[in-house]
């Protein structure tokens, strides 16, 4: 058997070897503050003003609108409509905290910095399973073009470093999302922050 499709048989085998389950992948929420700040965190907190789960994509999931105990469903007709309430609370917000484009890409780095240094470690740690998924490869090529039987440990090396770079590639493209919703909220912002500041300075 020639090396190159030994070693597909040998990630085969290695794959069809039992495992434990793995645990489920945690969950990503994102909230929204009563100052109008935007924060990420595996749980849900109950002080959040607004919150939504997100997919592993980092896209919002949607979901029901479900009354509160003692809430109607529908919207006083003598009150303004609630979204126009949130709106016009989050560009107070936004004006109250920026004065300039520039503080808003600046604040937008920032917000990035941290996630931006898990995507270089979680990058770090796939590379090296990587090395060591191509360094067991190659020790079954070894033994396949030696004519030689493949140890049992060999397998389930191969069979639980692949599993660990399926791991890590997942988590990284579920940060590697996050940081672009970050990007997109921020250029939204610095959307509406433009037009607010124009519309400020044409009302003058």
Known sequence: MKPIVFTAVLIAAA?????????????????????GKVYYSDKMNPDCGQGSELNRQGVVMPKKQVAKPGQSSKADPGEAPQGSKEQERRDKALMATYTTEEELDAARDRSLA????????????????????????????????????????????????????????????????????IRARFESDKRRFRELKSGSQAGK
């Open 15 to 35: 794959l069809s070897i039992p495992a434990q389950a793995e645990p489920e992948k945690s969950r990503m929420y994102k909230c929204v503050d009563n100052q």
């Open 114 to 181: 941290i996630p931006a240094q898990g995507i270089k470690t979680v990058e770090t740690k796939l590379d090296k399973a990587n090395n060591q998924l191509t360094d067991l490869k190659k020790q079954a090529d070894t033994l396949a073009a030696l004519k030689k039987p493949l140890p049992a440990h060999l397998l389930e090396d191969v069979g639980a470093n692949q599993k660990i770079v399926s791991a890590l590639e997942a988590d990284l493209a579920q940060r590697k999302a996050q940081s672009d919703l």
